[in-house]
DNA sequence: TGACCTGTTGCAAGCGCTTGCGGTGGCGGT
DNA sequence: ACCGCCACCGCAAGCGCTTGCAACAGGTCA
């Protein structure tokens, strides 16, 4: 066992409150009792028990982190940001995982946070009003990630906005006929949550600025994997019109739509163009075009804002833009390639302009 | 702020130690007063502040998971496993990120952990003595993952014995020069760790039992990501006799190393095979052979041997075996192909055996 | 020289639980 | 009818800190 603040004050020749206030840098200890006291502390290797002060302040200086799955790149990414940001200004990190529609009832369902944490950062979930009253009158401080709510201090993308640049990019290299492919909320645990449908509000906002008619066979959902970007791709494939295009909502649901082309035998982008959400750490692998939205930043934002809560000063509500990195997944599209003139050493039969 | 137990005994109209032994389900309270006890607390919302009865009974209910980085899959998997199991069970996760030296030497510099969590799952960390010691005396029950200490419960995976496997499985198919592509513990923060030490001897291994030479220069260390992936396969392609095949010991480093295969116009598996190790989520992605070593499951082992320990039940050293996953990037090499007159689609030049 | 600060320290009352122990009452056995 | 036992319950003493308040110095100012 460890010692306590009596063996410290005993050892410093002073009172427990003495040392309290000295290894707490609170005015009232003249500096030389300090250094005597902190040296005791430290010869001792004492630290406070954190359950009891606890007890007696009140404050925990932990904070939570809530996120619908870990094993994904971007929490991952988003979380190890954050907690560092949060350690080094001196707070324990507990983590949540409300993987499923029952563990996000549980977890709001009772007071689960009272006396664990000073405040939670909640990421890619949108809490309900109620959510977040309760939350508070658990004296929680809240910041969000990835959502956003009045009042409450926040950090996002402006995913309506990248949605409309995807889109844009792809039609200014002129393709007419693209596809949207998003995150299908199955299960109600709002895996998909706000920022994708963003993403399809922004790209059709694009097609019908650019004068391009609606057409729903075009968007299609699923769950934001491989495998869910590998079935919204093999539906396009079989429509009666195929796009020659297609802005995907998430990079991993784009790793899947360019494995299912790869399979089709489709050249990507001599066929088909794909531009991907997240600039996934694997992407330049797969050398996928992408919008980026600097994830890591998010992290720390967040936890920043959160600090700023539990300050008590005024918490912002961030927004992000995304950007453009392109790389080999996007190009003209085939028809236009064609027209130009362009040669086209495909797989393709007819070679206008050749002798 | 919420209800004390003093207002759910006023309710109930019992005491307060009543309240507490009904509430936790302790014997010596009868099943009428309990009953009427539960009641009263679900009505007042009630839920017992954590910070009173850590400091009452000494205990936290937490526990701690020590992770090399975040951002990985790999972490990021074995994480969510374990935590979940670990809040099944009713314990809070508190979450460690070691990323750098300075702040593994801070982290195992003081009685850190002391108070916080009655117990830690190290994870791809190889903690000396002294830390464990130190783990130890502040009442630490700990689990190592990938990782072993003697009398220390620990899940692993039989690396060398993997290595092996799969550099037979190389061999097997006809390759002779088989490179090994390992992960290089360049700051000493050990990122790297035992393990891949491991899949490195199994690789000797197997090339010596099966009466090849060694041959350093086949070996290339870099750091465990696509970029040191990517460079380590740099490095070979530059020697005076090219491998045919590479063992690469994560599945990351392997992305990269396909990636510059491509670049340079090697097709794999026709002039390269890869395999790789992990069977990492996204390696279905681009059809990398891979030894799969059931993530999931090591994580869950991890939490239920650390419950063992807080139990008092002697902790298991469970060692798991991996498993081949055949995909794409294996074959057998190209010489081995034309002799044997394998019609060969590629970009290959001569035809034998063609009319 | 005495009243009055000001800066430093200690006292003691909590914070909200847990738990050893002692005190009930009801019951069966003799 | 008495005794002893047992099941159930309450008392009160902590657990190891924090903090308002009082106490005590050693000045300063009149």
Redesign the pocket.
Known sequence: ??????S??EMA????????????D?????????KRVQEAARELG????P???R?????TRAVGIVVPVLAKWFFGKVIGEAAQTLREAGFDVLLFELATLAQRERFFGGAHLH?RTDGVIIIALQPTGDELELLASQGQAVALLGAEAPGIGSVSVDNAGAGQAAVRHLLNLGHERIAFIGIRDDDGSNLGGVPPLQRLMGYREALSTAGLPQDVTLEQFDENSVAGGALAMSRLLVSEHVPTAAFVASDEMAFGVLKVLRKAGLDVPRDFSVLGFDNHELGDVVDLTTMDHEVAEQGRDAARILLDVLDGRSPAAIVRPARLVVRETTAPPRALRLAAGTPDSSHSAGHPGTP
Request: no cysteine.
């Open positions: 066992m460890t010692a306590s603040v009596e410290v004050a020749g002073v009172s427990v409150s003495t040392v309290s206030r000295a290894l707490r609170i005015p009232g200890v003249s500096s030389a009792t300090r004492y630290s406070a028990s359950a009891a002060s007890l007696a302040t009140g404050r006396g």
